[in-house]
């Protein structure tokens, strides 16, 4: 594309006034007194980025290569202060590189510095002498990530003047970082979806700072913030589901930053911490006060150029799946940096105000507070590297001392699934142990209905113990329910209590959730556990895993590569007895884990017929639960016994073969009428404009990577026009109801209708199902709660009228007296209502299932727990039938945040699954996103059962 005039670009991007002189409008900027050049002087023979790249950075998107060209010169050129290690690479294979940066001095003994940074990390077992002498020789390494959302582009372009700056100044201030910090540079945390965006923007742009201009308006189909797979890469780094993620992770295990800022866009204003009140229970006042040590840093070095900021405000730090939480429970410092030029603003964005923001702004932003992070972390390096080993020594304490000092996973029916919960805390660094021989609690709580009691665990138990190095990080991600900080409850309860008040069309106060409040792993990923008070001897060994990633060559022959991930354990599979034992009747195999519905689909694609016992079955003499999966020998052919034991190896799956049909006491044996023969799914997954992208990239990602199932991705607006005939399942991600109806409207609605008479499988998942619940769409007869309901003052002090709902339950109301002292509402709406559910930011219930129905094949417990975000909760459906239900009475919450006299009242007796038959086929109905980010492992059953068995139900 055709570039501005050079003389053109330099009035923009230096144009300094005289004094009394005004400026033209577009001309007032923030950078406008900025050089990336006024802390030298700099050595001579190390280039400056522009000199590689052929313009000034902030000038134009820079592309990976050129990225990675301009750091390498610069690294190769100053090679007494850089050293250059590849850690990874990206799914799209751009190679992942760090840059650390420090004295000549340190650079020559880095070796043992990362030797003494291990021992920091690991304070078992030395001395205090021995550790305080390690600490007062070691630097403070300070980690700096760059553009995890690939469209907040300013960080990618800061990594090259930052590392430009600590590779060839001599200004002594910068000499003091160089000698007191080790500074860990990551140009690119997400290098795929970064090219994506930069691709398209620089195809479009042209540079004008209209907010409406098409090149501020990214398609669906680039979505730069997102990974190759639409994964959020700032959610990811507790599960490290993705390459990327796991790579870094890697990385931060081997450097143990002690101070760690991850470099984000685009708000109105800069923001820096210190965070909101929020924050995670498991940081103590130390972490706040070195907030702001660093809070104020920053603000004197943007108080300099008169650049405005802000700090608390919405971003909390309460998740442990972010990019500076988690860090910081390692025992960092971990801030996330927001600045408000450039990425998906363009190069140029004009302000509500009229004043123009622009990428070199945002780029200038992110360089000034790296800078002075890593300055500020060498003043006080010594204070910081003691503070981080009393962290990690802390850590060890607290799991001594605390209620919560061991979790205990149970292999249980699916031992790979539980095997890869304990792989992802094993890239966690977290410390796990396999049982050797039993072991006893006398106090252990179960997760899954909190009963406590004293618990005998088998052999083959995996033992966390909280006293570790990583206990904090270990706690924070394994405990059943995060503790929310009290002030900051009461503030949203507040807000909460006014918002009912209101009428019906009055503004309302926004919440201060910035994620969901639930996310417990042996919760999302269904393995049975327990967490203990005591801490009995336990004999075995810690686990490791077979090779850092599964694109390794050592991971591709390795045994414990299932299902696309690598186990720290071997998971029985294969044929029981050995491919030589050759049954005369069947081959059987249970659903009850994950990887069964990965050899079921991966069979019937290869051509092999498969049958689903819809009732348990008896074959030579065993039962066999409902869901069991039969291959019958005479109605395949004889390539049949090597490949379903190679296929039920990938997957993680063991199989028995059967000599004989007979049911030797059992009501249905596997020749019954009960067992339905499976047609190979042909699969459509609905993206495009108002569809979820990371919805759709978890689907994605898991039906690809974790199942090897193949689908065929069509846009929103093919299902108004397309041969639906082609598919047997037609998968509609997390979506825009509003966008949904606008795109199809009735007729779209019908066509998908005619299809599921015709046999078709219809899944949807959260705003999908909402859509398909609507009056005009009637895809299901379930109906939204709320959804022209009367008014009900159930919770709200100060109704002036009662209404019936109210009364009935009792909670009669009082007079405006009974309002809160210090009351900011002027009075209560005469429609005040709380008949509708309030969004939930995302937390965890309990559903009773239908253990009859195909849909729950695989599930023998008489609940599962499930994540609900939103305001969609749904009637039951009159006419099809309600799979799993919230339970009218019982045990219903099970962890994070819920709404008083709203939440539990109006999701009680809901449906969670619905399967509406129409004609020969079906609609499936989730009430939320079921494979959310890869997390939720314990619903993949649920949705691969509509996938296989939907076409042939």
């Not at 050797?436 to 252990?444: I, P, V």
């Amino acid at each position: 594309m055709r570039l501005l005039p050079f003389a053109l670009l330099a009035s923009l991007f230096a144009t300094v006034p005289l004094p009394g002189q005004r400026l033209a409008t577009d001309s007032v900027r923030d950078d406008r007194a900025f050089s990336f050049y006024s802390r030298g002087p700099y050595r001579a023979g190390i280039p400056r980025p522009e000199q590689i790249l052929g313009y000034d950075v902030g000038e134009m998107n820079t592309q990976f290569a050129l990225q990675e060209k301009t750091l390498l010169a610069i690294a190769d050129a100053a090679k007494d202060r850089v050293h250059v290690e590849a850690i990874g690479s990206s799914y799209e294979r751009r190679t992942m590189r760090l840059y650390i940066v420090s004295s000549p001095e340190n650079i020559a003994r880095l070796d043992a510095i990362r030797a003494d940074l291990d021992r920091l990390a690991d304070p078992r077992g030395a001395s205090q002498a021995e550790l305080d002498a390690i600490a007062a020789r070691t630097p403070a390494v300070v980690m700096v990530n760059e553009s995890v959302h690939g469209n907040e582009s300013p960080g990618f372009e800061a990594g090259m003047q930052t590392l430009y700056q600590l590779a060839a100044s001599e200004e002594p201030a910068t000499l003091d970082m160089l000698k007191n910090t080790v500074v860990v540079l990551n140009p690119s945390t997400n290098p795929d979806g970064h090219e994506r965006f930069t691709v398209w923007y620089n195809s479009i742009g042209v540079r004008t700072p209209d907010t409406f201009s098409m090149e501020k308006d990214e398609p669906w189909s680039i979505q730069g913030r997102f990974n190759h797979y639409r994964f959020d890469m700032n959610r990811d780094v507790m599960t490290t589901t993705q390459r990327e993620a796991q790579t870094l992770v890697r990385a931060m295990l081997r450097w143990h930053p002690m101070v760690a800022i991850d470099q984000h866009g685009q708000v109105t204003t800069y923001f820096f911490p210190p965070t909101a009140a929020q924050l995670n229970q498991n940081f103590d006042q130390s972490f706040v006060r070195w907030m702001e040590i660093f809070g104020r840093a920053n603000a004197s070095a943007f108080d300099r150029y008169g650049w405005m900021y802000y700090s608390r405000d919405i971003f909390d730090f309460f998740g442990p799946f972010y990019w500076d939480s988690w860090p910081s429970l390692n025992g960092a410092i971990g801030m996330t940096y927001e600045t408000d030029g450039g990425g998906w603003k363009g190069i140029l964005w004009r302000r509500e105000d009229g004043s123009i923001v622009s990428f070199r702004d945002g780029i200038a932003k992110h360089f000034t507070t790296a800078l002075a992070t890593i300055q500020t972390t060498a003043e006080h390096h010594a204070e910081r590297v003691r503070d981080y080993l009393a962290f990690r020594q802390g850590a060890i304490a607290a799991g001594r001392t605390e209620a919560m000092k061991r979790v205990v996973l149970v292999p249980g029916s699916d031992p790979g699934r539980a095997a890869e919960l304990v792989a992802t805390l094993l890239r966690g660094g977290i410390e796990v142990r396999r049982a050797k021989s039993g072991f006893g609690s006398a106090r252990a709580h179960a997760y899954a209905d909190d009963a406590v009691c004293s618990r005998r665990f088998d052999a083959g138990a995996y033992v966390i113990d909280l006293a570790q190095p990583q206990g904090r990080v270990a706690k924070a991600v394994l405990e059943p329910n995060a503790g929310f900080d009290s002030t900051f409850v009461r503030a949203q309860l507040a807000r909460y209590q006014r918002n009912i008040r209101r009428g019906a069309n009055a503004p309302r106060e926004g919440y201060e959730f910035y994620d969901v409040t639930a996310w417990s792993l042996p919760v999302t990923f269904g393995v049975e556990a327990y967490w203990t008070e005591d801490v009995a001897g336990v004999d075995g060994d810690l686990l490791q895993l077979p090779a850092e990633e599964p694109a390794l060559p050592q991971a591709q022959t390795s045994a414990r590569l299932v299902g696309g991930e690598l186990l720290p354990v071997d998971i029985a599979s294969g044929i029981a007895g050995g491919v030589a034992r050759r049954p005369q009747s069947a081959y059987l195999f249970s659903a009850e884990r994950n990887g069964s519905a990965r050899l079921a689909y991966q069979l019937l694609i290869e051509g092999y017929r498969v049958s689903s016992a819809t009732r348990p079955v008896e074959a030579d003499g065993k039962s066999w639960p409902r869901g069991t999966y039969i291959v019958r020998v005479a109605r395949n052919d004889s390539t049949l016994p090597a490949r379903i034991d190679a296929l039920a190896r990938e997957s993680g799956v063991e199989v028995t073969g059967v000599n004989s049909a007979f049911s030797a006491s059992a009501q249905y044996g596997i020749g019954s009428e009960m067992i339905a023969e499976l047609k190979a799914p042909r699969i459509a997954l609905v993206g495009g404009d108002g569809v979820s992208q990371t919805s759709y990239g978890a689907i994605w990602w898991s039906l690809e990577r974790r199942y090897g199932i193949r689908f065929t991705p069509v846009a929103v607006r093919w299902l108004a026009s397309g041969d639906l005939s082609a598919f047997n399942v037609i998968i509609i991600p997390d979506a825009s109801g509003g966008a949904l109806n606008g795109a199809l409207g009735k007729e779209g609605a019908d066509r998908l209708r005619a299809w599921m008479q015709a046999g078709g499988t219809l899944i949807t998942m959260g705003g999908a199902s909402e859509w398909a619940a609507r009056e005009n769409v009637n895809l299901t007869s379930s109906r939204l709660v709320g959804a022209g309901a009367e008014r009900d003052t159930t919770g709200i002090p100060g109704a002036t009228t009662d209404t019936a709902a109210a009364k009935a339950r009792g909670r009669e109301k009082t007079s405006d007296r009974s309002q809160a002292q210090d009351d900011l509402l002027a009075t209560t709406s005469p429609s005040a209502t709380n008949a509708s559910p309030v969004e939930l930011a995302g937390s965890h219930f309990d559903v009773a299932l239908d253990r009859t129905h195909w849909l729950t094949q695989g599930y023998e417990q008489p609940q599962i727990t499930v994540m609900m975000s939103g305001s969609s909760f749904f009637k039951l459906s009159k006419e099809g039938a309600n799979v799993g239900v919230f339970p009218k009475t019982g045990k219903l919450y099970r962890a994070g945040f819920v709404w008083p006299n709203n939440t539990e009242r109006l999701l009680r007796g809901t449906a969670f699954l619905i399967e509406e038959p129409i004609g020969d086929g079906h609609l499936v109905l989730f009430a939320n996103d079921p494979m959310f980010r890869g997390w939720w492992r314990a619903l993949d059953r649920l949705v691969l059962n509509a996938v296989l068995l939907g076409p042939a139900m």
